[in-house]
């Protein structure tokens, strides 16, 4: 259980039970040693300033705890920013995967199948060339991705 909710009531309560035990004490004290008359005023400049020492302790804990709120939101607000950059990173890498990657990779499979059915020597040294081709745009957009996953700049080969 966190006490961090409770703490400036409870410090509220525990001045209070120590100004009361101690004030009283301390009145007790001064009505042997001053006239009646002036024992009312004191009790009522007792209350006075039990409302003015705990009204500042409160404003000084309050203060103190709107303070680390407002910290804690600005690093919510920061971490929120990087996480939605990330976040676009993390699109724009998705779409680099499902869309460029697709056309090399069915290049490279169609090139394939093609010089497996194929007799001639001239045409597959063709089709190899085309082949070597889309393996180096399949590369080219793999470094591609790996740059924007990373925030760098792609250098391309080809």
């Given at each position: 259980?966190?006490t961090?909710k409770y ?7 525990a ?8 004030s ?6 001064l ?5 009646r ?5 004191l ?5 006075v300033?039990f409302?003015?020492?705990t009204?500042?302790?409160l404003?000084?804990l309050m ?8 910290h ?8 929120e920013?990087?996480?939605?950059l ?5 699109k724009?890498v ?15 499979l169609?090139l394939?199948q093609?010089?497996?059915s ?6 597959k040294s063709?089709l190899?060339?085309?082949?070597h081709?889309c ?17 760098r ?6």
């Amino acid at each position: 259980m966190s006490t961090g909710k409770y703490k400036i009531p409870l410090i509220y309560v525990a001045i209070g039970i120590l100004w009361i035990v101690l004030s009283d004490t301390a009145a007790l004290w001064l009505s042997e040693h001053i006239p009646r008359s002036l024992l009312n005023y004191l009790n009522v400049g007792k209350g006075v300033l039990f409302v003015l020492c705990t009204g500042w302790v409160l404003f000084v804990l309050m203060d103190k705890e709107q303070k680390k709120l407002i910290h804690q939101k600005e690093q919510h607000k920061e971490r929120e920013a990087v996480i939605g950059l990330q976040n676009e990173k993390l699109k724009a890498v998705s779409w680099l995967n499902s869309h460029e990657i697709r056309k090399p990779v069915a290049s490279i499979l169609a090139l394939a199948q093609l010089m497996k059915s194929s007799d001639s020597e001239e045409e597959k040294s063709e089709l190899l060339e085309l082949l070597h081709r889309c393996a180096v745009d399949l590369d080219d957009i793999i470094l591609e991705i790996n740059a924007e996953a990373s925030g760098r700049s792609a250098v391309k080969k080809s």
